[in-house]
């Protein structure tokens, strides 16, 4: 076979790995984590066997789908752990954190759900290392409740992702209230 010959595999299976990650991409920011693959693999009308010849495990399609959407979430802690005012940066979070479960079904299923997803394993450990961050130095100026953990606070986020799924079809952006509410709960 001639590199010529050769070359147009590649490029055919360079636009299958991406329309894969395309459509996969779209269903899971539409319907979560309860997309299969094979629904992927039919919306993208490539066979079962090229969708796993890309991606030999739903893990790993996860992986590269979501990688995007969790870097923008990891980049967006930098400022909540940076503002000098640890309150407003474990709001900020909060808000962040709730945006893109908003935008994105598959990111709320992972991070608020009990799947153990490889996917979601480092987001929701720095989830838990931000928070305590945030928590600690909340208490300490006297802003954040002292009975509440930083446990506390990542079961009131995820708590808050499924009031995302119940109302942002019907009432986009309806969270943004409840969050207030908890915030002001969790106020000392």
């Not at 094979?38 to 010849?53: K, N």
């Not at 709320?108 to 480092?122: I, K, N, R, V, Y």
């Not at 969270?175 to 908890?182: A, K, N, Y």
């Amino acid at each position: 076979m001639t590199s010529a010959q050769a070359e147009p595999r590649r490029k055919d299976a360079r636009r299958n790995r991406t329309q894969i990650l395309d459509v996969a991409r779209a269903l899971l920011a539409e319907r979560g984590l309860a997309v299969d693959m094979r629904e992927i693999a039919a919306a993208c009308g490539v066979g079962v066997g090229t969708l796993y010849r890309h991606f030999p495990d739903r893990d790993r399609l996860l992986t590269a789908v979501l990688a995007e959407d969790a870097a923008v979430w990891t980049e967006a802690t930098e400022p909540a752990l940076a503002d000098a005012d640890a309150w407003r940066g474990l709001r900020a979070f909060a808000e962040a954190t709730l945006s893109l479960m908003a935008r994105h079904r598959g990111m709320l299923d992972g991070l608020s759900g009990p799947e153990t997803q490889a996917a979601f394993d480092a987001c929701r450990d720095h989830l838990a290392g931000v928070i305590g961050d945030l928590v600690g130095r909340a208490q300490e100026d006297g802003r954040l409740r002292r009975d509440v953990s930083a446990h506390d606070v990542v079961v009131q986020v995820m708590a808050l992702g499924r009031a995302v799924e119940l109302t942002e079809a019907a009432e986009p952006g309806a969270w943004r209230r409840h969050l207030e509410i908890v915030l002001d709960g969790l106020a000392a």
